[in-house]
């Protein structure tokens, strides 16, 4: 099972093991990470599921879709490695990965 680190705002860290073939998403919310609102449940359609994936772990996470780069382009505080963690879905490659949560969703 991967073992995903998410870093909250407040520079917290999260270790979860995930399961693969769910979404970072669907990690997020059922291990009780804060930050992470998903409040479309996961059909990328709000953008409120922002994270940073770390540089180096993009080639891994895969690119962003036109739909997905869409909300990204009206999600507060954009960035180098912004994804949507619903459009992430994890993979045994992804053991290790780190994201980074925003200080606000939306």
């Known amino acids: 099972m991967p ?3 998410f870093i909250e705002f407040n520079g917290a860290l999260r270790s979860i093991d995930v ?22 449940g996961g059909a990328c359609a ?3 599921c922002h994270v940073y994936v770390e540089l180096d772990w993009l080639a891994v996470t895969g690119s962003p879709k ?6 990204l382009e ?3 505080n954009r960035g180098a490695g912004s ?6 879905d994890i993979t045994n490659e992804m053991d ?5 949560l925003p200080e606000v969703q939306g």
């Open 19 to 40: 399961q693969a073939g769910i979404s970072l998403m669907e990690a997020a919310k059922s291990n009780n990470i804060p930050g992470i609102e998903a409040e479309c």
């Open 83 to 88: 994804r949507l963690s619903c459009q992430i």
């Open 74 to 76: 009206c999600t507060e």
């Open 96 to 100: 290790g990965l780190v994201v980074r």
């Open 46 to 48: 709000c953008g409120t």
């Open 3 to 5: 073992i995903i680190t």
């Open 66 to 71: 036109a739909i997905e780069l869409g909300l």
